[in-house]
C-alpha cells in the first residue's frame, strides 16, 4: 500500500497556474461591442425619428405627401394628431400624423 502513497508524493508540482483574468480584461469585449452597436444602430435609428418627428410636426395645408400605406395625396386640413389628405377627386382621408412618411416636393402630384 505504501507504493500507491509514494507515487502520489513524488507527482510534480503542476506548472505556473494560469492568472484569471481581471475584470477590466473581462469586460473590455462587452465595451466594444457595445460601442459598435451603439454607433451601428441606436444612434442612427434615434437621428432618423429625430428627422421624422421634425418632419411630420412642420407638415401644413397644401403640402403634398406620402403615407406608409404607400399612398400620396395633397393635405387638405390640419389639426393637432390629425391630417385631411385629398386623394383623388372626392375621395378625403383622415391620417395620424404619425402615419406620413415622407413629404413631397411642391408640384409632383399634379392632377388633385
Given at each position: ?16 497556474a ?10 473590455f ?7 459598435v ?8 435609428q ?15 395645408k397644401?403640402?403634398e ?7 400620396f ?15 383623388a ?24
Amino acid at each position: 500500500m505504501s507504493f500507491f502513497i509514494s507515487d502520489a508524493m513524488a507527482e510534480a508540482a503542476p506548472a505556473a497556474a494560469q492568472q484569471q483574468p481581471g475584470l477590466m480584461e473581462a469586460l473590455f469585449p462587452f465595451v466594444i461591442l457595445f460601442i459598435v452597436f451603439y454607433f451601428l444602430l441606436i444612434r442612427p435609428q434615434s437621428k432618423r425619428a429625430k428627422e421624422h418627428k421634425l418632419m411630420v410636426e412642420a407638415i401644413a395645408k397644401g403640402d403634398e405627401v406620402v403615407t406608409q400605406g404607400g399612398l400620396f395625396g395633397k393635405v387638405t386640413e390640419v389639426s393637432d394628431e390629425y391630417l385631411q389628405v385629398k386623394l383623388a377627386d372626392n375621395v378625403e382621408v383622415k391620417l395620424q400624423r404619425g402615419a406620413v412618411a415622407s413629404l413631397l416636393p411642391k408640384g409632383t402630384i399634379k392632377s388633385l
